[in-house]
């Protein structure tokens, strides 16, 4: 018995941005050799009770709703000749519908917008909800022209500090690691891994409050000490958060690359600073940041994390976020 082939997954309303990620999907698509899905939901239907009847009895909501799926399936198949598109219909919100299509899906893509007065919103409601939710990796196609249409040749993962960090054996790679490895190899371009850490410094000291006496006692004691054993305290922690950053890039991605499949350059890049400010930046000459999200089994809120929700607002590349559970 074969393997079953899972499609990419695509939400589509008639809009620009969603023409965008149409066409971001069915690339990808192409890429793993996988059938394309695409997506529109529309709930007049459930309000309505309507069964179809003869093409003079559908209402023009149902014309527009059939009329956006048929131009985005032709879109799609003119994209990628070969391409497997389905199309699908669904009497449902797009949370809904998409959450559900998803459930069977190799990967969801959705615009960064929709379609609207209120445009600028979606991401909030439509987006951030799927991204939150899903069971597989979402694709939220957003940023410069440049980022979008790959001219990059650069896909960039963020790595997180370990889970329970007394653990010194290599953990396997994260999904989220092997989906950015694959989009790296199927495209031809380097994986960039970067991993933020940051020192503790005065600021972070001053801004606690409630701390006991242990706490106040310890920081009049490092303000009186020599400035000059400070700065050498401060170095020292500095090189060391440096260090355990870099093997922590060749732990997580030294698994990853030694698969027996064609190599990929990879670049490790530790960066001093904080993960939101490290992703942001690393976002403007990649075709794809990935970041992973986990998701705790019991919890039904969004769970994203703020990082997560800052990149997929403000990134400059496309945004692919994947599941960890």
Request: proline share 6%; glycine share 10%; with cysteine.
């Amino acid at each position: 018995m074969g393997t079953v082939e899972l499609p990419v997954v695509v939400g589509v309303d008639g809009s620009d941005a969603a023409s965008d990620a149409l066409d971001w999907a069915a690339e990808l698509a192409g890429r793993r050799g996988l059938p394309l899905r695409v997506v529109h939901a529309s709930l007049w239907e459930r309000y309505e009770g309507y069964v179809a009847g003869t093409a003079a009895d559908r209402p023009a909501e149902r014309l527009h709703s059939e009329a956006v799926l048929a131009t985005a399936a032709e879109r799609a198949g003119r994209r990628v000749p070969a391409l497997k598109v389905m199309t699908d219909l669904a009497a449902d919100d797009a949370v809904t519908a998409l959450l559900r299509a998803g459930q069977s899906a190799e990967a969801l893509v959705v615009g960064s917008r929709g379609r609207g007065e209120f445009a600028s919103l979606l991401l909030g409601s439509v987006g951030l909800g799927i991204a939150a939710r899903a069971q597989c990796p979402v694709v939220v196609v957003r940023g410069r022209p440049e980022n979008v249409h790959g001219g990059m040749n650069r896909v960039v993962v963020g790595i997180a500090e370990r889970e329970h960090p007394s653990e010194r054996e290599p953990a396997p790679p994260s999904a989220a690691v092997a989906f950015a490895l694959r989009e790296a190899r199927l495209r031809g371009g380097e994986l960039e891994a970067v991993h933020a850490w940051r020192c503790a410094g005065p600021e972070d000291h001053g801004a606690r409050e409630n701390h006991g006496a242990h706490e106040d006692h310890t920081a009049r004691e490092n303000h009186r000490a020599p400035q000059g054993h400070r700065a050498r305290e401060n170095h020292g922690a500095r090189e060391d958060h440096a260090r355990r950053a870099a093997e922590l890039l060749d732990e997580t991605l030294g698994g990853a690359t030694a698969a027996g499949l064609p190599p990929v350059p990879v670049a490790h890049r530790p960066v001093e600073g904080t993960a939101r400010k490290a992703l942001l930046d690393a976002s403007a000459h990649a075709d794809l940041l990935v970041v992973g999200a986990r998701r705790r089994q019991g919890h039904f809120g969004m769970q994203l994390g703020l990082v997560n929700h800052a990149v997929l607002h403000h990134a400059k590349c496309p945004v692919a976020v994947v599941p960890v559970s």
